[in-house]
């Protein structure tokens, strides 16, 4: 079972609270399906008195606990706060503490849109990388000069931190985490259920402070470096020893053991992550595409892809496609 709350305040935007909660209680029913075993994740409304709150847009909740009675968590969210944020930081100091102690825990925490601005007055973002909503770019700056603004990203990493620029990019990282959780086929259920054409995966939308901050292995790292800028080149377990300089075996234990996965299972999703993005945007063929992948058979291509997209490359582009370029949409949602 795995535990999630989001922090609730008045000037909180609905959106970045439901979202995220329709995303992890969708893979908790997928996950328990066919089963008779307990949902697979619970997610707690918590306010600082437990009392009903009517968010700024009249959108009525209750919370199901108050801030300070919360269990350990595996997942703490603050949403976005609608417009200028500083009434909300202000009043957020009665409970700034309990935001220290989650870290100290180990609490994944994350951050929508000007949510940040509630983990840097509580000293959480210094010294590592955050992002915030684009409109609130300079005046963050100028009041938390010790955090490391990455402007040109919509989602940041800094080990157990996480900070997400819109309500877009935290149905992304829900996606990384329900991946995390219960693993890639419900992950791109979920993917292909909540709009995969606005979809960017969390390896592309986010800058981590470590290639992978979920382990220290530095020769992994810089193997996992090395297969991202050489997507389109041919590579074999040998050649990726050799580059390692270590023998196939020892690479594939140390990077199975640092990532969840082997080097070339690594190395196919980011190939197909890829792919998507291509299908996406460009015009070229599939046969094209795969070959930018590095990729010669066209055939094992579309097989592999379906394998990690659950649908063939041209039903992707097809799906993505027709959402956003058909002309005879007109503005339905």
């Known amino acids: 079972m795995y535990t999630a709350a989001a922090a609730l305040y008045p000037q909180a935007l609905a959106t970045s609270i439901t979202l995220p909660m329709e995303i992890l209680q969708a893979a908790s029913q997928m996950a328990s399906a066919g089963t008779r075993a307990l949902p697979k994740v619970r997610f707690l409304l918590a306010s600082p ?25 595996d997942l703490l969210l603050l949403p976005a706060i609608w417009r200028n944020p500083l009434p909300a930081v202000k009043a957020a100091r009665v409970w700034r503490d309990l935001l220290c102690a989650h870290a100290a825990q180990g609490t994944r ?50 080990d157990n931190i996480y900070c997400v620029g819109s309500v877009n990019s935290i149905a992304d990282l829900m996606v990384h985490i329900v991946d995390e959780w219960f693993g890639r086929r419900i992950a ?17 939308a986010a800058y981590q402070n470590e290639a992978d901050s979920s382990h220290h292995d530095e020769v992994v790292a810089r193997v996992q470096q090395w297969l991202q800028g050489n997507l389109s080149t041919p590579v074999t377990m ?29 190395l196919q999703s980011l190939r197909i992550t890829a792919a998507k993005d291509l299908l996406r945007h460009s015009d070229l063929t599939v046969s094209d595409i795969a070959w930018q992948q590095g990729i010669q058979d066209v055939s094992y291509f579309s ?16 799906a993505v496609r027709g959402k956003l370029f058909n002309p005879n949409v007109t503005g339905q949602t």
């Open 49 to 73: 008195d437990r009392k009903p709150l009517t968010l700024g847009s009249g959108i009525a909740l209750q919370p199901d606990i108050a801030l300070c009675e919360l269990p350990p968590l």
């Open 109 to 158: 925490i994350c951050s929508v849109g000007t949510g940040s601005y509630l983990l840097a007055e509580a000293g959480l973002l210094d010294g590592r990388a955050a992002t915030t909503h684009w409109q609130y770019f300079d005046s963050f700056s100028r009041r938390y000069p010790a955090v490391d603004l990455k402007t040109r990203h919509l989602i940041t990493q800094s």
């Open 188 to 204: 791109t259920a979920i993917e292909n259920q909540f709009s995969p054409e606005i979809r960017r995966s969390f390896r592309a």
């Open 238 to 266: 040998a050649q990726l020893a050799s580059q390692a300089q270590l023998s196939a075996r020892t690479l594939h234990r140390r990077f199975s053991r640092a990532t969840g996965m082997s080097p070339l299972t690594y």
């Open 303 to 318: 097989q592999l892809f379906r394998r990690y997209s659950g649908m063939s490359p041209l039903q992707y582009r097809q």
